[in-house]
């Protein structure tokens, strides 16, 4: 029993490594959600779009798939950059896992809107 909880507790401490080292960090660790604001712009529903970086490292040149993508609400290039299918977040600038990234638009409906492209990087 306590051979078990010893080898439970170094795995645990293990995981816990890999994980601040990054080898177990990519781009599955991002997670983009929407929600609707609750307000309304040019009589369209305005929309916060969260990513939540999951690693404990930073992720930066995070890339979306914007396929489709329409907001009635201007977006800064800087938070949100639209080139075609692809959007680059916060100017490709890192988000760090104690600090989520958030940005408004407007259209009729929801976007879901993946994460393509990310760069991981551990201090
Ligand atoms: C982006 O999304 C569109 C529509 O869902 C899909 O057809 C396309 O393959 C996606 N592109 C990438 C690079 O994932
Ligand atoms: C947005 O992307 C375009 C094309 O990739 C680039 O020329 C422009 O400098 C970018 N703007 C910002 C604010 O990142
Ligand atoms: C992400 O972008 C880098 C640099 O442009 C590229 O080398 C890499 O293949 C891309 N990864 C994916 C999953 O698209």
Redesign the pocket.
Known sequence: MAATIKIFIIVLFLGLISQGYGQSCSLNDLYVSVAKAGSFIQGKPEWEVTIVNNCMCKQENVKLNCSGFQTVDIID??VL?I?GNVC?VN??KPITSNDPFTFKYAWYYLFQLTPINSTVVCA
């Open positions: 290039p800087s950059n080139s680059l100017s490709g």
